[in-house]
């Protein structure tokens, strides 16, 4: 079995910083693409930065100069530091892999539980 746990989530006042975290672990034989989305109350899931195997990473525009994702490739491991943060930013992010779990098994997409960020004086 495949579990992403993420982790770092919590309450920041605006203009915080909070690091995420999200594990990867189980049966992989290769990951590609890993990805951190978002979804606030009352919306539609948000892709928020994806990061490629390796390691070039892209963002939303609402996030650019704010948001860093990274990659630890040997942990299966990808981060998410966000500074200046905002009451927009609240939501819960989730991280999303596309691996393989043997070399004959084809991609497929597996996410974690998501979590809470809130933003909020």
């Known amino acids: 079995q495949v579990q992403l746990v993420e982790s770092g989530g919590g309450l920041v006042q605006p203009g915080g910083s909070l690091r995420l975290s999200c594990a990867a672990s189980?049966?992989?034989?290769?990951?590609?693409?890993m990805a951190w989305y978002r979804q606030a109350p009352g919306k539609q899931r948000e892709l928020v930065a994806t990061?490629?195997?390796?390691?070039?990473?892209d963002y939303v525009d609402s996030v650019k100069g704010r948001f860093t994702a990274s990659r630890d490739s040997a942990k299966n491991t990808v981060y998410l530091q966000m500074n200046s943060l905002k009451p927009e930013d609240t939501a819960i992010y989730f991280c999303?892999?596309?691996?393989?779990?043997?070399?004959?098994?084809?991609?497929?997409?597996?996410w974690g539980q998501g979590t809470q960020v809130t933003v909020s004086s």
């Open positions: 999303d892999a596309d691996l393989k779990v043997t070399a004959f098994a084809t991609w497929a997409s597996y």
């Open positions: 189980g049966r992989i034989f290769r990951i590609n693409t």
């Open positions: 990061l490629t195997n390796g390691g070039s990473a």
